[in-house]
Antibody
Framework: QVQLQESGPGLVKPSGTLSLTCAVS?????????WSWVRQPPGKGLEWIGE???????SYNPSLESRVTMSLDKSKNQFSLKMTSVTAADTAVYYC???????????????WGLGTLVTVSS | DIQMTQSPSSLSASVGDRVTITCRAS??????LAWYQQKPGKVPKLLIS???TLEFGVPSRFSGSGSGTDFTLTISSLQPEDFATYYC????????FGGGTTVEIK
């Protein structure tokens, strides 16, 4: 069973860049699955950030697209998120997740990492 | 953008009660709708996809229905482990989650 584990700084300064990595175990990042990031501000709902396929193809939430870049490292079986120009509004638990479907992107998620809290503060 | 509106935002119920949560899309999303359960401090758990298809291992007291713009999640007989927050999510085009419905103990 695939497992996902997020890692990265828990504190980022305003106007800085948030960088997170999701390590995949129990499965290959080169499998026919899309890999996503989803975030959840404290006490609030969920927001999809974007997705990446092993070919490097990406798709982002239009509301965040100008600030987000996703990439992957096949040698380490992991994928990453970078978000620039962060503000307090970007404070959230960030989850990585695997798309429920294979090959096609269904964009709903059965496998999630445990999440990592990123706080934007000076 | 298609918005997803859940109602109620919270409800109080007792063990054994039948509970219904509603999710309304601002445009037709056919049956591209999923439901999740999230307990405090935990990861969302996928319950239902395609509006009514139960994930493997999800108890049969959970059911989903609807298509187009109006959807429901029903718990036929609420159990102690069902007290949680439930989210709907549309997944045609850009995924978007509803605001959540918290089911609390009465």
């Amino acid at each position: 069973q695939v497992q996902l584990q997020e890692s990265g700084p828990g504190l980022v300064k305003p106007s800085g860049t948030l960088s997170l990595t999701c390590a995949v175990s129990g499965g290959s990042i080169s499998s026919n699955n899309w890999w996503s990031w989803v975030r959840q501000p404290p006490g609030k709902g969920l927001e999809w950030i974007g997705e990446i396929f092993h070919t490097g193809s990406t798709s982002y939430n239009p509301s965040l697209e100008s600030r987000v870049t996703m990439s992957l490292d096949k040698s380490k079986n992991q994928f990453s998120l970078k978000m620039t120009s962060v503000t307090a509004a970007d404070t959230a638990v960030y989850y990585c997740a695997r798309d429920r479907c294979s090959t096609t992107s269904c964009r709903f998620f059965a496998s999630w990492g445990l999440g990592t809290l990123v706080t934007v503060s000076s | 953008d298609i918005q997803m509106t859940q109602s109620p935002s919270s409800l109080s119920a007792s063990v054994g009660d039948r509970v219904t949560i509603t999710c309304r899309a601002s445009q037709n999303i056919r049956n591209y709708l999923a439901w999740y359960q999230q307990k405090p401090g935990k990861v969302p758990k996928l319950l239902i996809s395609a509006a009514s298809t139960l994930e493997f291992g999800v108890p049969s007291r959970f059911s989903g229905s609807g298509s187009g713009t109006d959807f429901t999640l029903t718990i036929s007989s609420l159990q102690p482990e069902d007290f949680a927050t439930y989210y709907c999510q549309k997944y045609n085009s850009v995924p978007f989650f509803g605001g959540g419905t918290t089911v609390e103990i009465k």
